[in-house]
């Protein structure tokens, strides 16, 4: 890889809304990628987990007031990730829609930097 991440994938996160959380979803889901950790606004599981990580830790962010993916595909994500054997938190808005608010954007850079933290 010519960002020289090829054999430190525990140092990349995978942060996506909307389509692209579904696809970073599905990319550690099915195995194909092991990151270090995702961040999920506003997606959802596009297929059960077909394998467990318990080194990838996953934030589902989503609004309570979406009416483009309900909330409630966030809470189905977070019950089959943990069935799955994932480290995940689920955290949803009141108010927010299907965008990216204030206090979603915090709550993902927190989670970052634990993750991540030097």
């Known amino acids: 890889m010519r960002e020289g991440f090829e054999d430190r994938l525990d140092r990349v996160a995978f942060v996506g809304v909307s389509q692209g959380a579904i696809v970073a979803l599905d990319a550690v889901t099915s195995g194909r990628w092991k990151v270090g950790a995702l961040v999920s606004f506003a997606g ?13 830790p996953v934030l589902l962010l989503h609004g309570a007031a979406d009416q ?40 993902a850079a927190a989670f970052l930097q634990e993750r991540f933290g030097q």
Do not use: C, W
């Open 44 to 56: 959802l599981m596009p297929l059960p987990p077909s394998r467990s990580s318990s080194e990838t």
């Open 68 to 107: 483009t993916i309900p909330s409630s595909a966030s809470v189905n994500a977070e019950r089959q990730l943990k069935k799955a054997g994932y480290d995940v938190t689920v955290k949803v808005f009141q108010g927010v829609g299907h965008t990216i608010s204030a206090e979603e954007a915090r709550a």
